[in-house]
């Protein structure tokens, strides 16, 4: 199954948006998100991107502090660019949220991960850091396994409007490093396809 894109009336409210998004019966195992203010239903990821966020995932756990924890599967919202976004990987602080609560406002993220995949790779290298660096998520991780100058990670930060800066760069094999708070090395080399 490719990427499906749920059409909906332009007229609706972001509120009347996000309420089709919660109650509507999707696919199981499916990644519902809202881009630009469109549905997107994917297919779960295959093997190699669950092994790549299941790696970056445990590096994080190492580094966070107690009251943060690391997420792959929880929504944050970023109205302002009509969006519905599920991060790979995010981390946050836990803060004062409950079961009820179906999203939490991207602002509270500390760090945001995407993983390409080959099919919705524009949405991560363009769409999506424009609406994390709008909500003013202080990191974005990018790996792009189908970067066309060869498979990379590459951390983005100090967000502006929607614009993020360049602060790392590693190819495949290479060690990227975390700032503060997360001081991290993650070894890029264990992303490599086989």
Known sequence: MSA???SHDPGESWDELVRLWEEMDWPQGSKVEIIEGSITVSPSPAFRHNLIAARIHRRLNAAIPDDWEVFQTLAISVPSRLG???PDILVAPVGEFTDVDTHLPAAVA???V???SKKNARHDRVTKPAAYASAGIPLYLL???WAPEGPSATLYGEPRDDVYRTLAVAK???SLTLP???DLAIDTSGFLVE
């Open 110 to 112: 500390e760090l945001v």
């Open 4 to 6: 499906l894109t749920v």
């Open 114 to 116: 995407e993983i390409t």
């Open 143 to 145: 790996v792009d396994r």
């Open 172 to 174: 495949f094999g290479e």
């Open 180 to 182: 503060a708070p997360f």
């Open 84 to 86: 519905m976004f599920i």
